[in-house]
């Protein structure tokens, strides 16, 4: 499983009438992602309000988004339950519908349960079932069980063990996975402050929600890194950055969201209990967009 460049966490837009995930505007959206050199697409990650969708919207989202992709695109799936049981389950459904790879968070219910040796026997459970590559998602923001890098060093050790999305935001934090890891997986950035730094570090790529907005800057400051503009490249980090701690960070989902409805491309109310966002959060994120230099109003903007 190839985890070089950029790949976007998808929104996912829900009819304004019905409250159902909107498949139509969702393939329309991944459509104008693709005219970006971006190296495949996550549905159903933290961004695409996984935790907030039915077991059925979450497949027939990766179903579409399958049949949406442009070719030699990687789809990537986020299949994280709460039981091992239930996790191999979907990941073996998400496989069936087209993924080729699924993002998985470990269980959070039972915190105080989840020593390493628990999270550690989880992933390998996980990993020797699954049809299609796994690959571990720390996110402490939002699920907080650690995947300490000592333990990624040692899951990287599993052949079904594809990397690992660090959304720590914590560059030292990167920086130990990576060292740990080393050569046995790849490591991809999830903080769209930290993508240049990551790749600095030994990161291969990102996973990042501000390139949902800034596609074209975001996979730019890829190639040029690649190609060794570290100036350059180091220039684009300077325009992404702040956007994402205005957007990304500041205001979450249903900023993401409003930012992608100004740029002409289908963002749409969260579901619940998520809120939109106030009318102060709208002027941030309009603001933001035009510090970052984008136009609103058309897709190709982004």
Same mark, same amino acid.
């Given at each position: ?213 800034? +596609? ?79 136009? +609103? ?6």
């Amino acid at each position: 499983m190839n985890l070089d460049g950029i790949f976007l966490p998808v929104t996912t837009p829900f009819d304004s009438d019905t409250g159902d995930p909107d498949l139509g505007a969702f393939a329309d959206n991944i459509h104008a992602w693709c005219a970006h050199p971006i190296a495949g697409v996550v549905v159903g990650g933290s961004t695409g309000e996984q935790a907030l969708l039915d077991e059925d919207e979450l497949l027939a989202l990766v179903a579409r988004a399958a049949r949406s992709r442009s070719d030699g695109m990687a789809l990537i799936a986020g299949t994280g339950a709460e039981s091992t049981r239930a996790t191999i389950r979907l990941c073996g459904m998400a496989a069936r519908e087209g993924a080729d790879a699924v993002l998985v968070k470990p269980p959070a219910y039972y915190r105080g349960r989840m020593s390493p040796e628990a999270i550690r026997t989880y992933f390998v459970a996980v990993a020797d079932a699954s049809p299609v590559p796994v690959i571990l998602y720390h996110v402490p923001k939002f699920v907080p069980v650690e995947i300490v890098p000592e333990l990624a060093g040692e899951l990287a050790r599993h052949d079904n063990i594809a990397g690992i999305k660090d959304s720590s935001g914590d560059l030292h934090n990167l920086g130990a996975v990576c060292e740990a890891v080393g050569e046995r997986a790849t490591v991809v950035v999830g903080a769209g402050t930290l993508l240049y730094s990551g790749l600095e570090i030994g990161s291969r790529g990102g996973i990042i929600a501000v390139g949902l907005l800034a +596609t074209g800057a975001s996979c730019e400051l890829y190639r040029t890194f690649v190609a060794g503009r570290s100036a350059e490249a180091g220039r684009l980090q300077e325009r992404i950055g702040p956007l994402h701690k205005k957007v990304v960070a500041g205001t979450g989902v249903p900023g993401v969201k409003h930012g992608l409805d100004l740029l002409g491309l289908a963002g749409g109310p969260p579901r619940p209990p998520l809120l939109p966002p106030t009318d102060r959060e709208r002027e941030e994120v309009a603001k933001a967009l035009e510090r970052a230099g984008l136009a +609103t109003g058309s897709p190709q903007s982004v």
